[in-house]
C-alpha cells in the first residue's frame, strides 16, 4: 500500500531531551515535507526536501533539524525540545514539486505525530 | 495578514442543506489552487483542484476568481460524512519550485 508512515505517533516528553520522529514514503516521491499544525495557525512548513542530501528551511525552522541521506526518509529532529514545540507534526510526500513538472502533484500526508513538551 | 485567509467557522448545517466556503489568497502571483479535507485529528487528504474555469465533482463545486483573489468550495446535499475541515491550498512559485501555503481550515459539521 503506497503510504507516509510516521513513528511515533504520540510523544510526550521533557524540555531538552533530544527526540526524533521518523517519516517515511514508499512512493519514491522526490519531495518530502514537515509541516507544523497549531490551533487557529493552521499548517506551517518546518522544513523541505526537493531530493536526496537536498533540503531547505520552511516558514518556522527555528529549533528543529532535518536530514535527506536517502529518498524515502525524512527524519525531524528536536535537539533540545521546548513547551512551544507542543504541536501536532505532520511529515508529507509528492512526487515531484519543480515547476516544470505539471499538474501539480498531490501531497500525501502521513498520520501525524502529536508532540506534548513538558 | 495572512497569505491564504479562511473563516474558521464552525459551520452548522442540516442535512442535505447547500454550504459554501471561501478562502482569499494575498499573493497575486498565485499559480494553483486547491481544497484538502481534514477529518478530526486525521491527516489532510486532497479533496479537489481548482481550475479557472470552474469545476465539479459530483456535489462538491471549486471555483477561482482571479480578479479579487479568492477561491470557493460550495457543497450540495450535504451528507454527516461531509463534517471536517476543509483547508484551502495556494502555491507560489519559489525558485525552481512551487511551494504550498495552507489557509487555517474552515470547520464544518453537517447535523442530523
Known amino acids: 500500500e503506497a503510504q507516509v508512515t510516521q513513528n511515533p505517533r504520540y510523544l510526550i516528553t521533557v524540555t531538552g531531551k533530544k527526540l526524533t520522529v521518523t517519516c517515511s514514503q514508499n512512493?519514491?516521491?522526490?519531495?518530502m515535507s514537515w509541516y507544523r499544525q497549531d490551533p487557529g495557525l493552521g499548517l506551517r512548513q518546518i522544513y523541505y526536501?526537493?531530493?536526496?542530501?537536498?533540503?531547505d528551511k520552511g516558514d518556522v525552522p527555528e529549533g528543529y533539524k532535518v536530514s535527506r541521506k536517502e529518498k524515502r526518509n525524512f527524519p525531524l529532529i528536536l535537539e533540545s525540545p521546548s513547551p512551544n514545540q507542543t504541536s501536532l507534526y505532520f511529515c508529507?510526500?509528492?512526487?515531484?514539486?519543480?515547476?516544470?513538472?505539471?499538474?501539480?502533484?498531490?501531497?500525501?500526508f502521513g498520520p501525524g505525530t502529536r508532540l506534548t513538551v513538558l | 495578514r495572512k497569505e491564504v485567509e479562511q473563516d474558521p467557522g464552525p459551520f452548522n448545517v442540516p442535512e442535505g442543506a447547500t454550504v459554501a466556503f471561501n478562502c482569499t489568497y494575498s499573493n497575486s502571483a498565485s499559480q494553483s489552487f486547491f481544497w484538502y479535507r481534514q477529518d478530526c485529528r486525521k491527516e489532510p487528504k486532497l479533496l479537489m483542484s481548482?481550475?479557472?474555469s470552474g469545476n465539479e465533482d459530483g456535489r462538491f463545486t471549486a471555483q477561482l476568481n482571479r480578479a479579487s483573489q479568492y477561491i470557493s468550495l460550495l457543497i450540495r446535499d450535504s451528507k454527516l460524512s461531509d463534517s471536517a475541515t476543509y483547508l484551502c491550498?495556494?502555491?507560489?512559485?519559489?525558485?525552481?519550485?512551487?511551494?504550498?501555503?495552507f489557509g487555517s481550515g474552515t470547520q464544518l459539521t453537517v447535523l442530523p
Open positions: 512512493m519514491n516521491h522526490e519531495y
Open positions: 491550498v495556494v502555491t507560489y512559485a519559489l525558485g525552481s519550485a512551487r511551494q504550498l501555503t
Open positions: 508529507a510526500s509528492s512526487l515531484s514539486i519543480r515547476r516544470e513538472r505539471f499538474p501539480y502533484n498531490e501531497q500525501f
Open positions: 526536501s526537493m531530493n536526496v542530501e537536498v533540503t
Open positions: 481548482v481550475y479557472s
